[in-house]
């Protein structure tokens, strides 16, 4: 599971919703989106101008989750186990 720590960022650069938007013209809907990890996908183009705003990298938005070593959603992601 890919996890966005966008709140996270946020907080550390002090900058709200609304001063993202403008900064990196990105609708608030959709930052606020990627701020409660809702989104499904984000293009490289919203990265790279969110990182912009920031001032830092995709990794710090950006965490890798392995949630079947956590035991949530067993076998979601298990090699083989798709629909036939």
Do not use: H, W
Not at 40 to 49: C, G, I, M, N, Y
Not at 55 to 80: H, R
């Amino acid at each position: 599971m890919i996890i966005v720590n966008l709140d996270v960022m946020m907080a550390r650069r002090k900058i709200n919703l609304n001063e993202l938007s403008a900064k990196t013209k990105i609708s608030v809907t959709n930052l606020s989106i990627l701020k409660t990890n809702k989104a499904k996908a984000v293009r490289f183009s919203t990265l790279e101008q969110i990182c912009k705003a920031l001032n830092c990298q995709p990794g710090d938005i950006l965490e890798f989750s392995d949630t079947s070593a956590k035991g949530e959603e067993p076998g979601e992601y298990e090699e083989g186990g798709g629909e036939n």
